[in-house]
């Protein structure tokens, strides 16, 4: 049952249809999208499939393949942004946005210090005209998708 008010479930229940920026890759338990209102492209958000709003109830089976995703994640967005890192966050408190989500941000060499760490989500909600747009998040989820080959691991 979806929710009222929860994002990530509306979409999943659009899943079929999602463009490339909502679905960079998925499995039976996680789904992969790129944020739609940042200034940083790779910006990723890995789902639950279905909702959860506390990391102590996803069940076993979501635990046991979280960090094949989040590692898989990082080592694509390396390749494919040429990041240094990636941030891997996951608070899931905004008004629409209760539902359990791990944000797998690059974070570049030339990134100002006060973007660092917690200050990247300043780059979170960018002005319209500093966001990636849709054509490039397109972009970039077919670029790891086909790094990834729908699998965490990429393998």
Do not use: N
């Not at 958000?45 to 995703?69: C, F, I, M, N, Y």
């Not at 946005?97 to 200050?119: K, M, N, S, Y």
């Amino acid at each position: 049952m979806t929710p009222p008010e929860c994002y990530a479930c509306d979409k999943e229940a659009q899943f079929d249809t999602l463009p490339p920026r909502e679905r960079v890759v998925h499995d039976r338990y996680w789904r992969v999208a790129h944020a739609f209102d940042t200034a940083v492209p790779g910006w990723l958000v890995l789902l639950p499939r279905r909702h959860v709003t506390a990391v102590h109830d996803l069940t076993d089976a979501e635990a046991s393949s979280l960090g094949s995703w989040q590692v898989g994640l990082s080592r694509a967005l390396r390749e494919v942004t040429g990041c240094d890192k990636t941030y891997v966050v996951q608070f899931a408190e905004a008004e629409g946005f209760a539902h359990v989500h791990f944000h797998i941000v690059p974070r570049t060499a030339d990134l100002p210090q006060e973007r660092r760490g917690p200050g990247i989500f300043g780059l979170l909600r960018a002005p319209e005209s500093e966001r990636v747009t849709a054509e490039q998040a397109d972009r970039t989820a077919l670029a790891l998708r086909a790094r990834l080959g729908g699998r965490p691991g990429g393998v």
